[in-house]
């Protein structure tokens, strides 16, 4: 918000128009994005007169950006798995190369508690939760480790986590990332 804010004060210190996009405060309290158009307006000696300001609500059009993003991201990604997972450890999303290299079809992952992929030791040592716990304190984690397809076979793999927050910084859950290296 400050790179836009900065934008904002120049335009206005230099007469130019600007559009910016802020989070903005409703009188409830409620936060919202808004995208601010600013014209200066003159007279016909050319002396600053006005300002015209348009404010416009682009929360539900952010949204659905960030969305789209994310849905292009699962879906352009096969050669690799690519997991969406809760803040509570369960898959939320599930491309079709994890449905390649784990077995498991899309309506059988999601719901499913992402320890599930690993082993029986890996579970009794709650390797996924502290993954999990890594990232959201550092931000990622990374893992080259054993994991389980749907048919109990092992695989070797490479395995990234990133946290996912949203705009004030919320944990939304985790991407996870599975490449094959057997």
């Known amino acids: 918000d400050q790179s836009a804010l900065d ?12 559009t910016v996009e802020l989070r903005n405060y409703r009188n409830s309290g409620e936060q919202f994005w808004n995208r601010l158009s600013v014209t200066p307006i003159f007279d016909e000696a050319g002396a600053l007169v006005n300002h015209i300001g348009i404010q416009q609500d682009v929360t539900q059009m ?5 969305e789209l993003r994310a849905e292009l991201l699962i879906e352009s990604t096969e050669e690799y798995a690519f997991l ?3 803040a509570d450890g369960m898959i939320q999303t599930w491309n079709e190369g994890a449905a390649t290299l784990f077995g ?8 499913m508690p992402m320890a599930e992929l690993h082993p029986d030791d890996d579970r009794e040592g709650q390797l996924a939760e502290r993954l999990l716990q890594q990232a959201r304190h550092a931000g990622e984690a990374s893992d080259e480790g054993w994991r389980i397809r749907a048919d109990g076979s092992e695989f070797y793999a490479d395995v990234s986590y990133a946290a996912l927050r949203d705009d004030d910084g919320e944990l939304q859950g985790y991407a996870q ?6």
């Not at 079809?105 to 719901?111: K, N, Y």
């Open 7 to 18: 934008t904002l004060r120049e335009a206005l210190t230099t007469n130019e128009p600007t």
């Open 62 to 66: 952010r949204e659905s950006q960030r």
């Open 84 to 86: 969406v997972v809760g």
């Open 104 to 111: 498991y079809d899309s309506d059988t992952a999601v719901g």
């Open 177 to 182: 990332i599975v490449r094959d290296m057997t």
